[in-house]
């Protein structure tokens, strides 16, 4: 049934077939080839696929980034983030850093992301004297940051399919993001101390309070929802309406969104939040005949076969990860991999907490890497280069990331210990 499985899917989906369908063409396949093909069954998981509470969060928080992006928010951020650090050699390098962290904890989404913030500072960067095709790699590079830290939408995912609490895998998510952050930042100095680039002028402190305060609406919501979901204020998915009306009302109050721009901005979210629900739906099918083939055991006795130390174990999964990442997309990875590698972390002794955001890390990476790379593919457009060229300057910054992944491998306390002192 493993086989089975596999090769029914990767078939499809090399055959063109949209990832929702191939899943559950997958799950009717495995049904068959076991004899219990039954279309209420069918039925039943799709609709309680989508029919999840927690997955409410999903489509608010998509709405939240649409709304930050069409009200000029990114634009501030970007402000405020060259007062700050406009003024060192390289300077746009770090605002791109800097205003990525700061928009991570506002999207939620690795491609949103890109996307506003890219429009912003690639042109600046390519005016400025900056290499068009380093300067796209650390966007995009910078861009998978919104996939880790709070409010995550993979982490939303896996919480709803793992059944573990999106909270915990929320607070779990802060410290390896900035560690990326900062690997970023020691990746750039390196590749950019010796460019003849402009230089900002240093920013008074004056301008650079001045800067704060107009973008002072948008840096405070991602420790609103921070605390919120902390301190037990809220749920995720209420945090994700907050989040969304809040947005609305800062949107409305800059003056740089107006009633006209809104159904774009609905419809947008719309469509990307029917995308995602339907995949979740397709995954419950999914999993359901998965669970019945026994396959997550039958792994599970062949990686027993191999190593019985738990580290060992996770950097096996982790580079078995790597390269699922290299050739599908995040959303489908999460779903389709998620109720099959679980129960072996968990029977191996690892925090099911700690292996989510492991996870999301390491399928992150997956969106910069070609062949299906998105948030790759959108920085790309937006910079109006081949993908050969951007990945020529991405992989300085890709090497970091997944050293970084293989140090959160080795040492879990990064991630374990922050945790701990976060939810408790």
């Given at each position: 049934?493993i086989?089975?499985?596999?090769?029914?899917?990767?078939l499809?989906?090399?055959?063109?077939?949209?990832?929702?369908?191939?899943m559950m063409?997958?799950?009717?396949?495995?049904?068959?080839?076991?004899g219990?093909?039954?279309?209420v069954?069918?039925a039943?998981n799709?609709v309680?696929g989508?029919?999840d509470?927690?997955?409410?969060?999903?489509?608010?928080?998509?709405?939240?980034?649409?709304i930050?992006?069409?009200g000029g928010v990114?634009?501030?951020?970007v402000d405020f983030a060259?007062s700050?650090?406009?003024?060192?050699?390289?300077g746009?390098g770090?605002?791109?850093?800097?205003?990525?962290?700061?928009?991570?904890?506002?999207?939620?989404?690795?491609?949103?992301?890109?996307?506003?913030?890219?429009?912003?500072?690639?042109?600046?960067?390519?005016?400025?004297?900056?290499?068009?095709?380093?300067?796209t790699?650390?966007?995009?590079?910078t861009?998978?940051?919104?996939?880790?830290i709070?409010?995550?939408?993979?982490?939303?995912?896996f919480?709803?399919?793992s059944?573990?609490?999106?909270?915990?895998?929320?607070?779990?998510?802060i410290?390896?993001?900035?560690?990326?952050?900062?690997?970023?930042?020691?990746?750039?100095?390196?590749?950019s101390?010796k460019?003849?680039?402009v230089?900002?002028?240093?920013?008074t402190?004056?301008?650079?309070?001045s800067?704060?305060?107009?973008?002072?609406?948008?840096?405070?919501?991602?420790?609103?929802?921070?605390?919120?979901?902390r301190?037990?204020v809220f749920?995720?998915?209420?945090?994700?309406v907050f989040?969304?009306?809040?947005?609305?009302?800062?949107?409305?109050?800059?003056r740089?969104?107006?009633?006209?721009?809104?159904?774009?901005?609905?419809?947008?979210?719309?469509?990307?939040t029917?995308?995602?629900?339907?995949?979740?739906?397709?995954a419950?099918?999914?999993?359901?005949?998965?669970?019945v083939a026994?396959?997550?055991?039958?792994l599970?006795?062949?990686?027993?076969g191999i190593?019985?130390?738990p580290?060992?174990?996770?950097l096996?999964?982790m580079?078995?990860?790597?390269?699922?990442g290299?050739?599908?997309?995040?959303?489908?990875?999460?779903?389709?991999?998620t109720?099959?590698?679980?129960?072996?972390?968990?029977?191996?002794g690892?925090?099911?907490?700690?292996?989510?955001?492991?996870?999301?890390?390491?399928?992150?990476?997956?969106l910069?890497?070609?062949?299906v790379?998105?948030?790759?593919?959108?920085?790309?457009?937006?910079?109006?280069?081949?993908?050969i060229d951007?990945?020529?300057?991405?992989?300085?910054?890709?090497?970091?990331?997944?050293?970084?992944l293989f140090?959160l491998?080795?040492?879990?306390?990064?991630?374990?210990?922050?945790?701990e002192w976060?939810?408790?």
């Amino acid at each position: 049934m493993i086989w089975v499985f596999l090769t029914s899917l990767f078939l499809l989906i090399l055959l063109g077939v949209p990832i929702a369908f191939a899943m559950m063409i997958s799950g009717v396949v495995m049904m068959l080839g076991m004899g219990i093909f039954d279309t209420v069954v069918i039925a039943e998981n799709l609709v309680s696929g989508a029919n999840d509470f927690a997955l409410m969060a999903i489509p608010f928080f998509i709405l939240t980034g649409e709304i930050m992006n069409a009200g000029g928010v990114s634009k501030r951020i970007v402000d405020f983030a060259i007062s700050i650090v406009g003024h060192i050699r390289g300077g746009l390098g770090y605002v791109t850093i800097f205003a990525g962290v700061i928009f991570a904890g506002l999207s939620g989404s690795a491609v949103a992301d890109v996307a506003a913030l890219g429009a912003i500072l690639i042109p600046m960067m390519v005016a400025n004297g900056y290499d068009v095709k380093r300067s796209t790699g650390l966007l995009v590079s910078t861009g998978i940051i919104g996939t880790i830290i709070p409010p995550s939408i993979p982490l939303i995912l896996f919480g709803v399919i793992s059944g573990v609490s999106i909270t915990k895998l929320f607070m779990g998510g802060i410290v390896p993001g900035l560690l990326i952050g900062l690997g970023l930042i020691v990746a750039w100095y390196f590749v950019s101390r010796k460019d003849d680039t402009v230089v900002f002028d240093k920013a008074t402190w004056k301008e650079r309070l001045s800067n704060a305060k107009r973008a002072s609406l948008a840096l405070i919501l991602p420790l609103f929802i921070i605390i919120g979901l902390r301190g037990g204020v809220f749920t995720p998915t209420e945090a994700g309406v907050f989040a969304a009306v809040y947005a609305l009302v800062i949107s409305f109050l800059y003056r740089e969104i107006s009633i006209k721009k809104l159904p774009a901005v609905f419809i947008n979210t719309a469509k990307t939040t029917g995308v995602v629900l339907f995949l979740a739906a397709a995954a419950m099918l999914t999993a359901y005949v998965i669970t019945v083939a026994q396959i997550p055991t039958q792994l599970a006795s062949g990686f027993g076969g191999i190593t019985d130390n738990p580290t060992v174990l996770l950097l096996l999964i982790m580079l078995f990860l790597l390269v699922v990442g290299m050739v599908m997309d995040m959303t489908p990875a999460i779903l389709i991999f998620t109720p099959v590698l679980l129960p072996i972390v968990q029977g191996a002794g690892i925090d099911p907490i700690f292996f989510g955001v492991m996870m999301v890390i390491n399928l992150s990476i997956g969106l910069i890497t070609p062949p299906v790379g998105t948030a790759l593919y959108v920085g790309a457009g937006i910079a109006k280069v081949n993908i050969i060229d951007v990945t020529k300057g991405i992989w300085p910054f890709l090497l970091v990331e997944i050293i970084v992944l293989f140090l959160l491998t080795l040492f879990p306390e990064f991630i374990t210990v922050p945790l701990e002192w976060m939810v408790n």
